[in-house]
């Protein structure tokens, strides 16, 4: 079975994890404590018919930051991380919806065009800092606030979902 291994270079990072074994595209497994598992309507997978990310991989990732006013912290906040769009890019996402789930069972559906539309982020940082478990993370759904009035809303705020564990894209 043939085996190639694909790898580009983005602003110096890499985004590595693709490779082909035969017709199917897949990712490459984690090599460290699991901190995202994607499932659904994805066409690249690590395990079974799931994707299941650790840090690394999502470290790997385009890097994107901006900084934002929330209704979370009493002042604006750099949040960095991949674009939400290039997470569902690496997976080969289909869908129309990711439904989104928390660590503590807090669950919201987000319309795939979202994450390109608004540019949002899956932050793994906050202020270059990583997200501790009791500070919101490991993982941060964010939308740039402040870029939009219409982002600043209930219906964008709920989105921004905190200690992600799951996507399925529905």
Do not use: C
């Not at 994805?42 to 840090?55: C, K, L, S």
């Not at 993370?137 to 992600?164: H, V």
């Amino acid at each position: 079975m043939l085996k190639i291994r694909r790898t580009i270079t983005t602003g110096g990072l890499l985004l590595a994890g693709l490779a082909f074994s035969g017709a199917a595209l897949a990712l490459d497994a984690p090599k460290e404590r699991p901190v995202l598992t994607i499932s659904g309507k994805i066409a690249a997978t690590n395990a079974g018919n799931t994707a299941i990310f650790d840090m690394k991989m999502i470290e790997a990732l385009p890097q994107h930051s901006f900084t934002t006013s929330t209704p979370w912290f009493d002042k604006p906040v750099k949040f960095t991380g991949p674009l939400l769009s290039d997470v569902m890019a690496a997976v080969k996402a289909s869908g129309t919806v990711l439904g989104a789930l928390a660590i503590n069972d807090y669950r919201i559906e987000i319309p795939l065009s979202d994450t390109a539309k608004h540019e949002v982020i899956m932050a793994r940082l906050i202020n270059d800092q990583p997200i501790r478990v009791r500070d919101k993370g490991p993982l941060f759904i964010i939308y740039p606030f402040d870029r939009s009035i219409e982002l600043r809303s209930s219906t964008y705020y709920e989105r921004s979902i905190w200690q992600l564990k799951a996507l399925e894209v529905q």
